[in-house]
């Protein structure tokens, strides 16, 4: 008899309904950027912790901050403007991606309308750092993207991690999806990637105006505070390679993870 299949469970803490929200990403990636922009903006906002995301496939870890013990995933919400947002203090291994998908699809996807996730590449030189393109699920999308003078990406590519997966699960389930792309630092967090993801397209694309000034002025200390997170998902990272077998005599698209 097999063992059964582990899944993500929701657990509501506030009980709040906002209507026709936009669903932010900002689970840990390279550069962290997605992580750095979403945690800025749940602060600035003022968003309430609306629910946390349990399951035995995340890492058997303790959260903590300011001295009180936290879910290390959680999702917070807001009404003005109409904003749900995800956060993960841990790198979230490849068999909880499955899982993932499904419980925000079916426990928190209602609440929402459309999806923003947030990932960065890595830069080539030093002056592509800020950079952001965009792709879409729909032509509607693209346009909106089009309107918030975000360029769409041209050439082909792939998107891995966590974001990849979501993003292709809420696709193939016909969820209106945005994947905003920045260009970041190579070796370490980035905030500077993740100012210009918030003022050069997130805000455009949700309506909000955050304050970001900070995060340059931050920048080596957020940099120091989150190694660690970096050097966890580097080693997923190098362990995901490590278990794929690649002709590289073929070409492949450029990954952004």
């Known amino acids: 008899m097999g063992r059964p299949t582990a899944t993500v469970e929701f657990k509501a803490i506030a009980d709040q309904n906002p209507e026709t929200a936009t669903f932010i990403e900002g689970l840990p990636g390279h550069g962290l950027v997605a992580a750095i922009a979403v945690d800025q903006i749940t602060q600035q906002l003022g968003l309430t912790h609306h629910g946390s995301l349990h399951s035995d496939l995340f890492p058997p870890v303790t959260s903590f901050t300011e001295g009180q013990i936290q879910d290390p995933v959680r999702v917070y919400a807001?009404?003005?403007?109409?904003?749900?947002?995800?956060?993960?203090?841990?790198?979230?291994?490849?068999?909880s991606y499955r899982a993932l998908g499904k419980c925000l699809r079916e426990e928190i996807m209602a609440q929402f309308e459309r999806a923003v996730f947030l990932v960065g590449a890595p830069a080539q030189s030093e002056s592509e750092v800020g950079d952001v393109?965009?792709?879409?699920?729909?032509?509607a999308l693209k346009e909106e993207l089009t309107a918030a003078n975000i360029p769409l990406a041209a050439a082909s590519g792939l998107v891995g991690g966590v974001t990849g997966a979501l993003a292709n699960d809420f696709y193939q389930s016909r969820i209106p999806t945005m994947i905003l792309i920045v260009q970041a630092n190579p070796f370490y967090p980035d905030p500077i990637a993740a100012?210009?993801?918030i003022e050069n397209a997130v805000e455009p694309l949700v309506d909000f105006d955050i304050e970001t000034p900070e995060l340059e002025q931050q920048a080596d200390a957020i940099q120091s505070e989150l190694e660690q997170v970096a050097a966890q998902y580097q080693q997923l990272i190098q362990n995901e390679q490590a278990s794929q077998s690649q002709d590289l005599d073929q070409p492949v698209p450029s990954m952004y993870q």
């Open 195 to 197: 100012q210009s993801l």
């Open 78 to 95: 807001g009404e003005t403007p109409s904003v749900l947002t995800l956060q993960s203090d841990v790198v979230l291994p490849p068999t």
């Open 133 to 139: 393109q965009g792709v879409a699920t729909t032509d």
